[in-house]
């Protein structure tokens, strides 16, 4: 058995990784009649920094067992939309994606996107999980411990299920047990271990809570659920999980991606700062909430809303904000009694039509000390099936006068290495535009598949997100990378 870990520290803005001429993601997959995996990417290696790269796609069953590897390439456009050529008609495992570079690519995981497009709905997730290399693993620079806590609300009921996919790495992990903790709306508190067998190297697994709650739907009482997980995987892969909702018809299918349980986790503090904030887009057409999810640092907080409104959340009590308390204003954060630390979870819970699952996504807090960006990028897409918006919103710190300066967007097709390029006011992005009313002649530069984008603005305090909505009212949304 592997030794209790101390207490560490979560710096996000620290990167000792050393050299890095490997990076990595890996990702639930499934194939069926109505259901597709796709792994979507572009090469901002050769746009961000012009490094040549070597890329190798590895399809594995749900046992580890290695079905299929083959190398990529980009070979007609600067987008891969990857998804494995085989024959079967029903398969569930995983891909791993892994980029090698003879010039240090400094950061270990890559930043692309997985989609999943059920029956009737569409989802997505950035990067989640990955296998250590050697090094990292010799060197010990692994987190020995998952202690992870779900940025989704789990929606089991007559109608719905959720589970937690989690991808073991490169080496056997023994038998162990694990602790699932799950949250219900009334700040009820519910605990459960149980010992999961050995592991195969790079073996995935499904979590359901249910299994383990028999009475869970009573529990959640229809409400959502907030869980948290504790476990190791050897110090092979880091123990970030996706997190699934659902219909227990198959019709419907969305995820987003776990994050650390910071009441087991430290997180540094903003030193002579009282306040972090957020701010996200108004979506005018769905209905949106913002999540503040609990597993946060220990102590009371407190969130004011523009008018003045005060929210309280802890560790054991969520938030949820409406649209109509948020409508588009600064929310700020503050710990009651202490410094706030520099990372709360907070999410964005979207949905577009009754008849579909809702979509929700982990976001953030801001503060002063956040790590400036002037480049990001992300997915797009503009045809019959799907479309997109993409936002920009700009925050009040630093030099302001650089606010106005134009915003550069390019846009690839994974047909073409062209692309097309405008410059614009940011305002204009505040609460988002479809590609199309962005670009003309998009749905035929993008054709069937999934494009990206990329932003370049000179001022550094701004964050970007896209959204895919599909012909039958289901929504996912992403910030970007």
């Known amino acids: 058995m592997l030794k209790e870990p101390k207490k560490i520290t979560i710096d996000y803005n620290k990167h000792d990784y050393g050299p890095i001429l490997r990076t990595s993601g890996i990702f639930y997959f499934k194939k ?16 961000k920094r012009n490094l040549d790269i070597t890329i190798v796609a590895s399809l594995r069953e749900m046992n580890g067992a290695l079905i299929l590897r083959e190398k990529l390439e980009f070979t007609n456009s600067d987008v891969i939309n990857y998804t494995p050529n085989v024959s079967d008609n029903f398969l569930e495992g995983s891909v791993e994606i892994e980029i090698f570079s003879l010039e240090d690519m400094v950061i270990p995981y890559i ?34 411990k998952g202690e992870e806590s779900c940025c989704h609300a789990f929606l089991d ?78 110090n092979s892969a880091f123990p970030r999980m996706l997190t699934v909702n659902q219909k227990k018809d198959l019709t419907d299918f969305q995820v987003t991606h776990s994050n650390f349980n910071l009441s087991k986790h430290n997180t540094p503090k903003l030193n002579n700062e009282k306040f972090a904030f957020m701010s996200v887009p108004v979506l005018k057409d769905a209905n949106m909430e913002i999540i503040v999810y609990p597993d946060c640092g220990t102590g009371d907080f407190e969130i004011t809303t523009n008018s003045g409104q005060k929210i309280s959340f802890n560790e054991n009590k969520a938030a949820i904000i409406s649209q109509k308390q948020y409508d588009g204003h600064f929310l700020t954060f503050e710990k009651l009694n202490d410094d706030i630390p520099s990372r709360i979870h907070t999410g964005l819970r ?35 099936h799907v479309t997109s918006k993409i936002f920009l919103q700009q925050w009040d ?36 535009k479809y590609v199309s009313e962005l670009f003309p002649n998009v749905e035929q530069f993008l054709g069937e598949g999934y494009g990206w984008f990329t932003i370049f603005n000179e001022y550094p305090h701004y964050m970007v997100y896209s ?15």
């Not at 106005?404 to 097709?413: D, Q």
């Not at 909505?469 to 990378?481: D, K, L, P, R, V």
């Open 32 to 47: 069926s009649p109505s259901f597709k995996t796709t792994i979507s990417f572009l090469n901002y290696w050769k746009i």
């Open 157 to 234: 009921s007559d109608e719905t299920e959720s589970f937690a996919v989690v991808h073991n790495g490169s080496v056997p992990c023994p038998a162990q047990e694990i602790q699932i903790s799950i949250l219900n709306y009334k700040n009820q508190r519910e605990k459960y271990s149980f010992t999961l067998g050995a592991l195969k190297p790079y073996e995935t697994i499904k979590l359901k809570p249910q299994d383990y709650f028999p009475d869970l739907d009573n529990f959640l009482d229809g409400q959502p659920g907030y869980s948290s997980f504790s476990f190791h995987l050897n």
């Open 350 to 384: 979207i949905s577009k039509s009754p008849l579909r699952l809702d979509a929700e996504t982990c976001l953030g807090v801001y503060h002063n000390q956040h790590q400036q960006k002037r480049f990001f990028w992300g997915i797009c897409a503009s045809n019959s």
């Open 397 to 432: 710190i630093g030099d302001l006068s650089k606010q106005k300066s134009p915003v550069i967007i390019k846009l690839y097709s994974d047909n073409s290495f062209e692309s097309m390029e405008i410059s614009i006011d940011p305002k204009i992005l505040h609460n988002g």
């Open 111 to 144: 930043g692309i996107i997985v989609v999943y497009e059920s029956k009737y709905g569409i989802s997505m997730v950035h990067t989640y999980g990955r296998t250590y290399s050697n090094h990292e693993i010799e060197e010990k620079k692994t987190l020995p």
């Open 467 to 481: 959204s895919l909505e599909n012909e039958h009212g289901s929504i996912t949304f992403e910030h970007g990378i």
